[in-house]
T-cell receptor, first 114, second 117 residues
Framework: SAVISQKPSRDICQRGTSLTIQCQVD?????MFWYRQQPGQSLTLIAT?????????ESGFVIDKFPISRPNLTFSTLTVSNMSPEDSSIYLC???????????FGPGTRLLVL | AQTVTQSQPEMSVQEAETVTLSCTYD???????LFWYKQPPSRQMILVIR??????QNATENRFSVNFQKAAKSFSLKISDSQLGDTAMYFC??????????????FGKGTHLIIQP
């Protein structure tokens, strides 16, 4: 399976600021996804990152709050904008190895907003 | 919309015992996939096992096997000869089969499995 890395691995931010999380894959993949895991909770899909077009957001998530870029087939970023303490979560990217219909996850970014 | 239900928030067994984690789901889709992921304290999500809905045969991966009951919409995970390293959160997940590429995953709330020495 693909090797996935995320930067930063963790961060502590002040409310009102923004943080951009990077997801890098060691091979070209068509599908990339961003998930949020709030403390003690399960994972929730934020959006599908589409190469060459705008991301597709799930209900409850909006582009102004979580802008996503997908400039090529190996890289994506998720920005958490105008952060509040409620944004404190682990943010994970995942990829589907083309044709496998199986998702593999990056190590996650642990975000704490004060 | 799909839902995934894990009714066991926490389970604890002795090392070397066999344990079964339960998962039920609801969907109107005919083409879909089911997964079990493991999340140890490191928070890395690790794929444990995958089941294609159109396959009747239950998936197995070494000590891990599933009991897939499509009509009952049940997808339980059996861990044989449990080891201390199996201690983790286990998430059941559903993915609609989209033909042209993967869809997003819908997760259950998870089961915290503790293996006691």
């Amino acid at each position: 399976s693909a090797v996935i890395s995320q930067k930063p691995s963790r961060d502590i931010c002040q409310r009102g600021t923004s943080l951009t999380i990077q997801c890098q894959v060691d091979s070209q993949v068509t599908m990339m996804f961003w998930y949020r895991q709030q403390p003690g909770q399960s994972l929730t899909l934020i959006a599908t990152a589409n190469q060459g077009s705008e991301a597709t957001y799930e209900s409850g998530f909006v582009i102004d709050k979580f802008p996503i870029s997908r400039p090529n087939l190996t890289f994506s970023t998720l920005t958490v904008s105008n952060m509040s303490p409620e944004d404190s979560s682990i943010y994970l990217c995942s990829v589907e190895d083309d044709g496998q219909e199986t998702q593999y996850f990056g190590p996650g970014t642990r975000l704490l907003v004060l | 919309a799909q839902t995934v239900t894990q009714s066991q928030p926490e389970m604890s067994v002795q090392e070397a015992e066999t344990v079964t984690l339960s998962c039920t789901y609801d969907t109107s889709e005919n083409n879909y996939y089911l997964f079990w992921y493991k999340q140890p304290p490191s928070r890395q999500m690790i794929l444990v096992i995958r089941q294609e809905a159109y396959k009747q045969q239950n998936a197995t991966e070494n000590r891990f096997s599933v009991n897939f009951q499509k009509a009952a919409k049940s997808f339980s995970l059996k861990i044989s000869d449990s080891q201390l390293g199996d201690t983790a959160m286990y998430f059941c997940a559903f993915m609609r089969g989209s033909g042209g590429g993967a869809d997003g995953l819908t997760f259950g709330k998870g089961t915290h499995l503790i293996i006691q020495p």
